[in-house]
C-alpha cells in the first residue's frame, strides 16, 4: 500500500529513527549486562539470587531484556503522529490523501512494521549477548524450549503494540513533549507503581506492561512475592483490546477534526 | 470551465463567524484574486475548499466535486498554504518524495518540480536551512507535483522578495492564460496582486463586499486625466467647452475629469500648447479597497 510506504519513507527520511534505535539498543544492552554480570551471585542474607548463567532460568530472564524498552517504541509512535501537527506536515498529508482514516491507518501500519523491526533488533542483541556468555559458563543455549520461542514472541509483539499506543497517544494529546512527557510518567511512575504494590496488582496486571509481562512471564519478585499475573493467552488479548483501542482513538480524534 | 465553485459557505468558530454565507467561482484559465483585511476570512474559506475545515453550511466544489471526494487530488488540486510547513530535518527532495509516494505519483516528479521552482542546487539539503523565500518556492513545487489544473495559494508572496514576487507573478499568469489552469490566490494587500489578477473576490469580516473583474473594481467612470503644462491656463477654455471640468492642483497641472484622454489630446493640438506629461490617471485600487472594507 502507497501510504503505507510513505509512512515509512516520512520515518525513514529523518534522524529520529535510528537515535531510537541506538537508545533502545543501548538500554536493552545495559539490562542485558546487568543480567550476565549478576548472573549466579548470590543475595545478601539468603535472599535468592539471580540464576547462573548455565541455567535455563537464565536464559528465560535475559531473553525478556528487550521488553524494558517499549517506552522507546512508544515515544517513537508518539513522535510519528505529533511532528506531524508540530511541524504543521499534517495540512500536506491530508491535501494528498483527504480520506484522513486512510492516513490513520497507514501509519498504524507503518508503526506495527517498525515496532516488529526494533523488537527483532532487541532480540538480536540479545542473541548476541546470551548465546555466547550460556556456551562460555558451560550450559545448553535453547532457543526452541523452555518457553523461550513464546518469550521472543512476547517481545516482538509488545515492541509492535507500544509503536501503536505512542501512535494513538500522539493522535489524542497532539502536543509532542505533552504526549512524552505523558508517556514517561505513566510507564515509570504508574505501570511501575501498579506492578509493584501488591495491592494494586490486580489492576495492574490489567495495564498495558502487566499484560505484556504475562506475555513474557516474567516473574517480578518486588520482595512481596510472586506477582500476580494474567495467563499468557488473557495477557495477548488484553494487549491486542488496548492496541484497538489505541487505534480507534486515533482514528477518531483525527478523522473530523479541523486543522487550521 | 468552473474549476471553483463556492456556494453560500459559512463557518464558525466559537462566536466568530469566520465565513459568513459566501459565494462566487473561479474560471479555468484565469487568475482570481482573493482580497480581505486580515481575519477577513480568506483562510478559512481555502481551508473549507481543500477539505481541512468542516463548513458549517453551504458547498465548496473543485472540478465538481468535494475535495475530499476526488479520487487523485493531487493531479487535480495544487496548494500552497500559509501553514504549510517542512520537517526541519527532512530534505527538500525527499520532501516530495514522500508527497509523491503517498499521491501515486513517480519519484522524478521531485527533481523536475525543485526544478521548475528553481531550488535544483537545494535539493539535498535539510529544510531546516531553508530562508523563507526558499520555503514558499517549495511550497509551490509541492503544490505543482501532480500538474493540477487547480492552483490554490493563501498568501503566496510572503517572503519573497521583489524579484521572487516578480517570478511568482509570471509563473501564476504564464499558468493560467497559456496552460489554462485556475488561479485562486489570496492576499492583504491589493496592490501586490494588481498585477497578476483578472478577477477579484473581496471579503471583510467574513462577507463577501466584491465580486468581478479588476476593471468593474476600478471603474471606468471617472478616471481623470493629468496633464503637465507650462501653459496650462490657456487649455481650460477649451476644455471645458468640451464638456470637461478641470481642476488645477498646482501650478503647470490640470487635472480634466469627464472626458476620455483623447478628448484632452484633441484640445492639445486644436490650442497647440507645449505638453510635457499627459496621463490617464490610475485610480488608487489601494484605497477602493480600503473603502470597501472598512468597518461600517
Ligand atoms: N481555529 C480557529 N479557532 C477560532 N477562531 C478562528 C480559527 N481560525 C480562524 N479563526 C477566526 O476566524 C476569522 C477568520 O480567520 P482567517 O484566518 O480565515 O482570516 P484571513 O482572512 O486568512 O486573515 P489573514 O489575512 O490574517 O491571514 C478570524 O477572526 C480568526 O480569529
Ligand atoms: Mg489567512
Known amino acids: ?260 | 470551465m468552473t474549476a471553483i465553485e463556492i456556494r453560500n459557505l459559512s463557518k464558525t468558530f466559537g462566536p466568530v463567524r469566520a465565513v459568513d454565507d459566501v459565494s462566487f467561482s473561479v474560471e479555468s484559465g484565469t487568475v482570481t484574486g482573493y482580497l480581505g483585511p486580515n481575519g477577513a476570512g480568506k483562510t478559512t474559506t481555502l481551508h473549507c475548499l481543500l477539505g481541512l475545515v468542516t463548513a458549517d453550511g453551504g458547498t465548496a466544489l473543485v472540478n465538481g466535486r468535494p475535495y475530499s471526494a476526488l479520487e487523485r487530488p493531487l493531479a487535480e488540486v495544487g496548494a500552497v498554504l500559509e501553514a504549510t510547513s517542512f520537517h526541519p530535518g527532512r530534505t527538500a527532495r525527499d520532501h516530495l518524495r514522500v508527497i509523491c509516494t503517498a499521491a501515486g505519483l513517480p519519484a522524478s516528479r521531485a527533481d523536475e518540480a525543485l526544478e521548475q521552482v528553481g531550488l535544483a542546487g537545494s535539493a539535498g539539503k535539510r529544510v531546516a536551512g531553508f530562508s523563507l523565500g526558499m520555503r514558499q518556492r517549495l511550497a509551490l513545487g509541492t503544490a505543482t507535483l501532480g500538474h493540477p489544473r487547480v492552483l490554490i495559494l493563501d498568501e503566496p508572496a510572503n517572503g519573497l522578495d521583489p524579484a521572487g514576487i516578480e517570478w511568482l507573478r509570471g509563473f501564476l499568469r504564464t499558468l493560467a492564460h497559456e496552460q489554462g489552469v485556475a488561479v485562486l490566490v489570496s492576499s492583504h494587500v491589493l496592490s501586490e496582486v494588481q498585477q497578476t489578477v483578472d478577477n477579484v473576490v473581496i471579503i471583510a469580516r467574513g462577507r463577501l463586499v466584491h465580486q468581478g473583474s479588476l476593471e468593474e473594481l476600478t471603474g471606468n467612470g471617472d478616471r481623470p486625466v493629468r496633464v503637465h503644462a507650462a501653459d496650462a491656463a490657456r487649455l481650460v477654455p477649451a476644455l471645458e467647452a468640451r464638456g470637461a471640468r478641470v481642476e488645477r492642483p498646482a501650478d503647470g497641472v490640470l487635472r480634466v475629469h469627464g472626458v476620455g484622454a483623447e478628448a484632452v489630446g484633441q484640445a492639445v493640438l486644436d490650442e497647440g500648447v507645449l505638453v510635457t506629461e499627459l496621463v490617464r490617471e490610475r485610480s488608487d485600487l489601494q484605497e477602493i479597497f480600503m473603502e470597501l472594507t472598512r468597518e461600517k
Open chain 1, 1 to 260: 500500500m502507497a501510504l503505507v510506504r510513505s509512512e515509512l519513507q516520512k520515518l525513514f527520511t529523518t534522524r529520529l529513527w535510528w537515535i531510537m534505535l541506538i537508545v533502545m539498543l543501548l538500554f536493552t544492552g545495559l539490562n542485558l549486562g546487568f543480567l550476565i554480570g549478576f548472573a549466579g551471585v548470590e543475595g545478601t542474607q539468603g535472599a535468592p539470587g539471580l540464576p547462573g548463567r548455565e541455567t535455563l532460568a537464565f536464559q528465560q530472564s535475559a531473553w525478556t531484556a528487550g521488553a524494558g524498552s517499549s517506552i522507546f517504541v512508544m515515544v517513537l509512535g508518539i513522535i510519528m503522529m505529533t511532528s506531524e501537527y508540530r511541524y504543521q506536515t499534517i495540512t500536506t498529508t491530508f491535501l494528498a490523501t483527504p480520506r484522513r482514516s486512510r492516513v490513520v491507518t497507514a501509519k498504524l501500519v507503518a508503526g506495527l512494521l517498525v515496532g516488529l523491526l526494533f523488537g527483532v533488533a532487541a532480540l538480536l542483541l540479545t542473541a548476541a549477548a546470551v548465546i555466547p556468555s550460556v556456551l562460555i559458563a558451560g550450559g545448553e543455549v535453547a532457543l526452541l524450549d523452555g518457553g523461550i520461542p513464546r518469550i521472543m514472541l512476547g517481545v516482538v509483539a509488545t515492541s509492535a503494540l507500544y509503536t501503536l499506543f505512542g501512535i494513538g497517544l500522539g493522535a489524542l494529546v497532539r502536543n509532542q513533549i505533552a504526549a512524552v512527557v505523558g508517556a514517561i510518567v505513566w510507564v515509570f511512575v504508574v505501570e511501575s507503581l501498579l506492578a509493584a504494590v501488591p495491592a494494586l496488582q490486580t489492576v495492574g496486571k490489567f495495564t498495558p506492561s502487566g499484560a505484556a509481562r504475562s506475555l513474557i512471564a516474567v516473574q517480578i519478585d518486588s520482595g512481596f512475592g510472586q506477582a500476580d499475573l494474567l495467563p499468557s493467552w488473557a495477557g495477548a488479548s488484553v494487549l491486542v483490546a488496548y492496541a484497538l483501542i489505541f487505534a480507534l482513538i486515533a482514528s477518531l480524534t483525527t478523522v473530523r477534526r479541523d486543522i487550521t
